[in-house]
């Protein structure tokens, strides 16, 4: 079995900044806690906690703080995206980090490959309406088109039900099929980022 280090960051779209309880938290550390169980290290960032300007540059200018959050993606192997669902779709800061991301598009290594290709991606999902699966569709497209790979199963994730108030953190307990879930995007995403990382990408 292949053992090679990894290292992922969870960045954290909940509309809410710490110390406020967020599901789109829970979820996203439970699944670093699962690839954790796969020989992955790493750290979370809520990134309302950060002043990430809008823009469509690796650097905004003064105040902007996404380019330390931008330095911590490029060290690391994976990413994972946790977002609440708001209105159907993923939250604001989903799009804005998207947004950010797109900048790599014009950022290449010296064989012309972005620098975000043999970096896999995986999604987290909450809410209580319908729209995980829209939601992880969107991530999943903007991920691919800035370069990252997914998993067979790189997504989790729980909607409540419709029109009700409870969150997913007010559980007593992980249901069943979402710990599942979990277990999986952990498991397929650790395996993928190992099999690029001993075999990259052809050059541009």
């Known amino acids: 079995m292949d053992t090679t280090p990894l290292r992922a960051v969870a ?8 110390p406020a309880p967020s599901s789109s938290q829970l979820l996203a550390e439970q699944a670093m806690a699962a690839l954790g169980e796969h020989g992955v ?25 996404w380019p330390e959050i931008r330095d911590t993606i490029l060290a690391c192997d994976i990413l994972v995206l946790s977002t609440p669902i708001w209105l159907g779709h993923p939250s604001s800061i989903a799009q804005r980090v998207l947004e950010r991301l797109d900048a790599e598009l014009s950022e290449t290594d010296e064989e012309g490959r972005l620098l975000t290709y043999g970096k896999v991606a995986a999604v987290c999902v909450v809410g209580n309406e319908d729209g995980a699966h829209k939601s ?10 800035v370069g990252f790979t997914l998993a067979p199963g790189a997504v989790t994730y729980w909607v409540g039900e419709a029109m009700q108030g409870t969150d997913y953190q007010d559980l007593d307990k992980t249901p069943e099929a979402t710990a599942r879930t979990t277990a999986t995007l952990a498991a397929n995403t650790a395996h993928l980022a190992r099999r690029l990382k001993a075999a990259p990408y052809p050059p541009s």
């Open 41 to 65: 290290t790493g750290k979370t960032i809520r990134v309302a906690d950060r002043n990430v300007l809008p823009g469509v540059k690796t650097d905004m200018g003064e105040g902007d703080d």
């Open 11 to 18: 960045l954290v779209c909940s509309l809410s900044p710490s």
């Open 136 to 145: 992880s569709a969107d991530l999943f497209q903007g991920l691919n088109d």
